[in-house]
């Protein structure tokens, strides 16, 4: 019988942590392709800071911010979730994603430095960030960076990416100020 009772508290548990994982990504999701991340106006930081990290914290990475702005518009937020997606994809063995926003003269800049074994910047979004159609065409599994530097671009900024030993880093500059 005790078995029975501790495969069923096993199975509730699996239950529950897929269903709070797939609701971190449905939550993230919607921010940063959705509705919420076109609407106008000052986003809540610690409210995108803790939809980022439950989104995250579904994947192998761990994420930390220093965010040194009082302002943050929702389409700033939209920017950075966006390169989270693709630092995510960087980092196929886990590691850490050092998220940095600062207001400087030339505008905002949001970098992304993802550090951990094995850290990689894949050639189709590195195709991507420069406006290169993959060779193999868009799909799902290269459109993200595609879909960061539209976003960059409607701010105003520039975004790009590089690799060194174990780390990739991604940054936006000259970002406007909005909201």
């Not at 220093?66 to 518009?73: A, P, V």
């Not at 894949?122 to 991507?128: G, I, V």
């Given at each position: ?60 990475p ?56 094995r ?38 900024g ?22």
């Open positions: 019988m005790i078995p029975a009772i501790w495969m069923k508290a096993q199975a509730q548990a699996l239950l529950e942590d897929g269903a709070e994982k797939a609701g971190a990504r449905i939550q993230f999701l919607r921010y940063a392709f959705g509705s919420i991340g076109l609407n106008s106006g000052a986003a809540d930081i610690h409210e995108a800071r803790k939809i980022t990290e439950n989104f995250v914290k579904s994947h192998r761990s994420i930390e911010f220093d965010i040194q702005t009082d302002h943050l518009s929702f389409s700033h937020v939209r920017m950075m979730m966006n390169m989270v997606l693709m630092a995510v994809d960087s980092l196929p063995r886990g590691g850490v994603i050092s998220v940095r926003i600062r207001n400087e003269a030339g505008g905002m800049t949001i970098t992304l430095t993802c550090k951990g074994m850290a990689k910047l894949r050639p189709d979004a590195l195709k991507a960030l420069t406006n290169e159609e993959p060779e193999d065409g868009w799909r799902p599994e290269n459109i993200q960076p595609l879909f960061a530097r539209m976003i960059c671009d409607g701010l105003g520039e975004l790009t990416a590089s690799q060194g030993d174990e780390t990739v880093i991604f940054m936006a500059t000259g970002i406007r100020a909005e909201g």
